[in-house]
């Protein structure tokens, strides 16, 4: 009985030891904060108030989408039309950036964002580029012929291509993301990815990846063990997103992941 008793001991010491390794390995591993749309769990998507948001929770990056107006302008917004985050109606395409930004673009989400709008890519620039890490979404290329050359030239234009200006593009549009990589390849960039299962992701496809991309973005939701080890093993960095729970941050620690998307960045 006794003997039984000092086993069952020494079993409760040695697991309560693996717990407090597996954590302090968790806890040291550091992975980059994003807050995604700057902190849309808190703020309207994509405005001002959005990104000051994750800044004053101390993020690491801000992520955004970009897309282009009918007068060839750079907006950021995340949907092809402004039904959702606006009090306007149709396409973004089918606007000028004039008449965007008449858009209030912040009562959708509360009566108190009223004069927020939607932002130029050319605002967010002059406001966060040099100040914090950007990770820039291209959403929806293929609607915009020639938005990677109007993207790169942005960057080109402020000086934004070296490695420390900390600047990442990604995209779910993989002809977009080669097209980028030949204008602009000192930028490092993401492909975006959320499939089902970790068998769409295959050797093949993350070998094609590697002649492009630095990283592989997958949806939480298709976040394994597995799936980030064969990611790492290809040699590429990833960033998961959208993180909404502290129990996945954790495991995503422990999985070493290099960074973390969430609406509410607090959690990171
Ligand atoms: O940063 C990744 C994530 O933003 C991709 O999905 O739809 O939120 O743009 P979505
Ligand atoms: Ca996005």
Redesign the pocket.
């Known amino acids: 009985m006794r003997t039984i008793a000092t086993i069952l001991f020494f079993i409760f010491l040695l697991s309560f030891r693996m717990i407090k390794v597996l954590t302090r390995n968790t806890d040291c591993h550091s992975a980059i904060k994003v807050g ?1 749309r700057g902190a849309a769990g808190y703020c309207p998507e994509n405005t001002f108030a959005s990104f000051n948001k994750a800044l004053s929770l101390g993020v690491d990056y801000l ?1 955004t ?1 970009i897309q282009m107006t009918k007068d060839g302008k750079l907006v950021v917004i ?1 949907d092809t039309t402004v039904n959702r985050t606006t009090n306007g109606k149709g396409k973004v395409r089918d606007f000028t950036l004039n008449e965007l930004q008449n858009l209030d673009a912040g009562s959708w989400f509360h009566p108190q964002f009223a004069n927020e709008k939607i932002l130029s890519f050319y605002e967010f620039l002059d406001e966060f580029a040099g100040k914090i890490g950007l ?1 820039i ?1 291209l ?1 929806k290329p293929s609607l915009y012929p020639g938005i990677e050359e109007k993207v790169a030239n942005e960057l080109l234009k402020r000086g934004l291509t070296s490695g420390s200006a900390e600047i990442i593009v ?1 995209s779910f549009d993989q002809n977009s993301l080669r097209q980028f990589h030949t204008i602009l390849p000192a930028i490092p960039l993401g492909v ?1 990815v959320k499939k089902t299962t970790m068998k769409g992701l295959s050797h093949s496809e993350l070998l094609t990846f590697s002649s492009y991309a630095t990283y592989v ?1 997958p949806k939480m939701t298709m976040v394994t063990k597995p799936l980030i080890r064969r990611i790492h093993q290809h040699g590429f960095k990833t960033l998961i ?2 993180v909404k729970k502290k129990q996945d941050v954790h495991l995503l620690k422990h999985y070493r992941v290099e960074g973390m ?1 969430s609406d509410f960045p607090d959690i990171l």
């Open positions: 995604h992520e989408d995340h990770l979404e959403k990604q975006l973005n997103w959208t998307i």
